[in-house]
């Protein structure tokens, strides 16, 4: 059984900085590409970043430079570690799944997604 569970949202101030976990389970970790999507409250979801193996890249602008993804293979989990936290970083966070070798920001191809961790950014 595939399944993906996030952990570690919650309220920051802005400055601030959070950790994000993906578990991850059931799936082959050599060919699952996981995405990190937030999505604000009125607006798309949107992916911020992806891992592929041990490499990542960087899907959003916004985030570029205060955002980092790595994997954990050991421990079959993906982080999102967010630094430098903004108002704007405000949503929920959802980890997502996709078949394939190479990190990708093209949201159709995630297929598989958790139930998500709210982040909110505020003093």
């Known amino acids: 059984q595939v399944q993906l569970v996030e952990s570690g949202g919650g309220l920051v101030q802005p400055g601030g900085s959070l950790r994000l976990s993906c578990e991850i389970s059931?799936?082959?970790?050599?060919?699952?590409?996981i995405g990190w999507f937030r999505q604000a409250p009125g607006k798309e979801r949107e992916v911020v970043t992806s891992?592929?193996?041990?490499?990542?890249?960087n899907c959003a602008d916004s985030v570029k430079g205060r955002f980092t993804i790595y994997r954990d293979n050991a421990k079959k989990t993906d982080f999102l570690q967010m630094d430098s936290l903004k108002p704007e970083d405000t949503g929920l966070y959802s980890c997502?799944?996709?078949?394939?070798?190479?990190?990708?920001?093209?949201?159709?191809?995630?297929?598989?997604w958790g139930q998500g961790t709210q982040v909110t950014v505020s003093s």
């Open positions: 997502a799944a996709a078949v394939g070798v190479q990190p990708t920001c093209n949201k159709a191809l995630y297929y598989y």
């Open positions: 891992i592929s193996g041990t490499y990542p890249i």
């Open positions: 059931g799936f082959t970790m050599d060919t699952t590409i």
